[in-house]
């Protein structure tokens, strides 16, 4: 896995997203491409959603404008639509090569609405796809830790940190990314998830 992204490249890949979403206004594909980057690198989640929007208006059969949208709702802890736009998702297209990632994102919506069970079927399939797809092993983590299935978690831990055996929580904080911008109520049920299968906190 890669390092922390740098902040001049942060600020670099924000500067040209504005520019392609400005330039690409009647492109649905660059207006869901960019929503992401907004909400990722730059917790800009209105404009993001405004530009997901005007994807969605340009093409309502686009999957991945759904799957965006559902993303960028379940950080502002909304999990409710975010439920509603990513199943919309995998039925546009249930064959879609980015099948484990709405998945995983669909697992995480329902961790954050309390429907761990739900998640942890979802991170499931998601993981049927991909084994070592490490959102879907992370919310898998969180989910059966706040079930009660602290063997569990610990077994999906353990895998988790094989991908980066360095992994704490502080770590997992400074890395950014959505998580940066996720609303409070995420960041908490995330880090207690992890706490409580046993992830350090330095």
Not at 31 to 45: D, I, Q, R, S
Not at 126 to 150: N, T, W, Y
Request: with cysteine; hydrophobic share 45%; charged share 25%.
């Amino acid at each position: 896995m890669g390092g922390p992204v740098s902040d001049e490249d942060v600020a670099e890949s924000v500067r040209l997203t504005r520019f392609a979403i400005g330039a690409g206004k009647d492109d649905p594909d660059a207006l869901w491409m960019g929503a992401f980057v907004l909400t990722v690198f730059a917790g800009e989640h209105a404009a993001a959603e405004s530009a997901i929007d005007r994807a969605i208006t340009l093409n309502p059969n686009s999957a991945h404008a759904w799957h965006s949208r559902g993303f960028v709702l379940v950080f502002l802890n909304q999990p409710g639509p975010a439920i509603e736009a990513l199943e919309r998702a995998m039925r546009l297209s249930p064959l879609d090569p980015l099948g484990p990632a709405f998945k995983s994102v669909l697992a995480f919506a329902h961790s954050s609405a309390g429907r761990h069970e739900e998640a942890v079927e979802w991170a499931d399939r998601a993981l049927h796809e991909q084994p070592r797809f490490d959102p879907a092993m992370s919310v898998k983590v969180v989910s059966c830790a706040h079930l009660g299935r602290i063997d569990e978690a610990r077994e999906w831990l353990g895998r988790r940190l094989e991908l980066q055996p360095k992994l704490t929580i502080a770590e997992w904080r400074a890395r950014g990314g959505a998580v940066k911008f996720a609303s409070p109520e995420i960041l908490a049920l995330i880090e207690d998830g992890l706490r409580l299968a046993g992830l350090p906190e330095e």
